[in-house]
């Protein structure tokens, strides 16, 4: 049960019985995501970090909280498949684009876009929600693919991170649905 109610108009309604099916997995809760202790943000490169919330290595998706504590190139890729973002903090954008995203700003990243992303100077370190689906193409300053990240390498970045400093790999499979 949720907090009880006050003076809600719908205290005293019941939960739906049976609410999960059978198979289906439960629910993923996470509080304050964009909050708290630090190690719980992957390393990604210098000043950029990736704080997952919810991984599907069978969609090869996952969401995160991506943070540059600095002015930076976060990174340049290619996207074959969609993306969401939904600026928490601080001030981005991508240099092949005509807008420039601080709080509260949302973007969708149609599938075959390639893009440059960069964190500004700003008062609050760079948080955004990203929903992201595998995989990423690593570019050079040409365009061309370089390399690539999909939801396995980024199982592999946290779960190394995650033993490392003291949370455990096993914590990574607390995310996944
Ligand atoms: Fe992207």
Redesign the pocket.
Known sequence: MPEAPTTEPWAGTPPVPHALRPGAMPEAYMAKIAEGDERYWVPIVENVSSKPVWISPTLNMWADVLMATKPCIVNR?Y?PKP?WAYTISGKWA?LEHEWTATAGDFIF?APG?S?T?VAYEHEDPMKVFFV?SGP?MWLNENGESVGHFDVFDYMELARTHYDAVGIGADYVDTLIR
């Open positions: 890729h996207h993306i991508y990243e876009e893009h992303l992201v990423l």
